[in-house]
Nanobody, 131 residues
Framework: QVQLVESGGGSVQTGGSLTLSCAITGDISGSYCLMWVRQASGKGREGVAAIDSDDITTYTDAAKGRFTISQDRPKNTLYLQMTALKPEDTAMYSC?????????????????????????WGQGTQVTVSS
C-alpha cells in the first residue's frame, strides 16, 4: 500500500512563492509517475506537473516557467516549487502516484493503458493566492 501526505500549502499574495511537499510511504519502485494535480473550488481536476521514474518532467502551460517539480528518492519526497503565484493558482493541490507499465507523461499529467495500473492520492493541501 502506498500513502501520500502533502504539506506546505498556505496563503500568499500575488507574486509570492510556496513549496509543496509530498511524503511518500510504500513501494513505488519500477515504472511510476508522480504528479501534482489541483482542483479549484467549483472546477474539475487538472494536472499541474509530472515527473516519472526516468526523471522526465512535464508541465501544463499554466505552470511552465513558474513551477518546478522534483523528487528526492532517498527522502521519498515529491516537491513542487511554485513562484510568481497568481490568484488563478488558488486550489487544493494533491500529489498522485501512478504505478504502471507504458506510462505516457505529457502536459503535466501521466496516464497508462496498463490494465494493472494503480493510482494513489494524497489528501491535498490548500493554496490560496490573494490579489
Amino acid at each position: 500500500q502506498v500513502q501520500l501526505v502533502e504539506s506546505g500549502g498556505g496563503s500568499v499574495q500575488t507574486g509570492g512563492s510556496l513549496t509543496l511537499s509530498c511524503a511518500i510511504t510504500g513501494d513505488i519502485s519500477g515504472s511510476y509517475c508522480l504528479m501534482w494535480v489541483r482542483q479549484a473550488s467549483g472546477k474539475g481536476r487538472e494536472g499541474v506537473a509530472a515527473i516519472d521514474s526516468d526523471d522526465i518532467t512535464t508541465y501544463t502551460d499554466a505552470a511552465k516557467g513558474r513551477f518546478t517539480i522534483s523528487q528526492d528518492r532517498p527522502k521519498n519526497t515529491l516537491y513542487l516549487q511554485m513562484t510568481a503565484l497568481k490568484p488563478e493558482d488558488t486550489a487544493m493541490y494533491s500529489c498522485v502516484v501512478l504505478i504502471a507499465s507504458r506510462i505516457y507523461n505529457s502536459g503535466g499529467y501521466c496516464s497508462s493503458a496498463d490494465s494493472e495500473r494503480r493510482n494513489y492520492w494524497g489528501q491535498g493541501t490548500q493554496v490560496t493566492v490573494s490579489s
